[in-house]
């Protein structure tokens, strides 16, 4: 049983030496004998977006001990979760160590987590088996949303000048003034008075009266 176990861990020991001796001989090859440990910064690291638009992420590999762009290394994009899962690009990075990927954002609103990663050239380029272990990765965060509605300008209303209107003030009424009844007044045709001939008719018809009852009275007696 022993026998076994140490055969078991022989074999995964030497399958792991032919696993990483590839790697790192192409390492090697590529930077003159020295092991390249790789960093990898996409930019931005979060971002926001209205939907059904463009979004551009930039990853830049260095070598992590001289800081010098690594020129001419795979580096893939991946959308891993959000709404435009599966979204991929990629490509060989540039003299800057760079490579862009541009994608549409058409999932909807949500929040997508991009993965960038860069490792060595793939077997067309290096004429050997790749691995496709990376050598480093970064993660950034993009956020899709509604596009905000426009505000539509509510016209006010102009005030409307009123003209003024100026109510006749009404003209008083004069009360009709009350004139006395004028009594008739009877007189001769030259416009005299007729009072003092009355008077005296009655006068005379007083006298006439007392004296002709003195008379009777004498008579009687």
């Keep these: 049983m022993q026998a076994v176990d140490r055969t078991l861990l022989f074999v995964l020991a030497f399958l792991s030496m032919l696993a990483v001796t590839p790697l790192w001989a192409e390492s090697s090859e590529r930077t003159g004998g020295a092991t390249v440990l790789a960093i990898v910064q996409a930019t931005p690291q979060t ?17 992590s001990i001289s800081g010098n762009p690594l020129v001419g290394y795979d580096m893939t994009f991946n959308v891993l979760t959000g709404p435009n899962t599966g979204a991929t690009g990629g490509g060989l990075t540039d003299v800057n160590g760079q490579v862009t990927f541009t994608y549409t954002g058409s999932g909807g609103v949500g929040d997508d987590s991009i993965e960038v990663c860069v490792s060595f050239a793939p077997p067309a380029r290096t004429g050997r088996p790749a691995l496709g272990l990376p050598l480093d990765c970064d993660t950034v965060a993009k956020t899709w949303i509604d596009p905000t509605p426009t505000a539509t300008a509510t016209a006010i209303p ?25 009594l008739p007044v009877t007189g001769s045709g030259d416009g005299g008075s007729s009072l003092p001939w009355v008077i005296l008719g009655i006068s005379a018809f007083t ?10 009275l004498k008579r009687a007696r």
């Design 158 to 182: 102009t005030a409307t000048a009123i003209a003024a209107t100026t109510t006749p003030t009404p003209t008083p009424v004069p009360s009709p003034t009350t004139t006395p009844a004028q």
């Design 47 to 63: 971002a926001t977006n209205v939907i059904n638009t463009d979004h551009t992420v930039t990853g830049t590999a260095t070598d």
């Design 207 to 216: 006298a006439l009266t007392l004296a002709a009852g003195a008379t009777v």
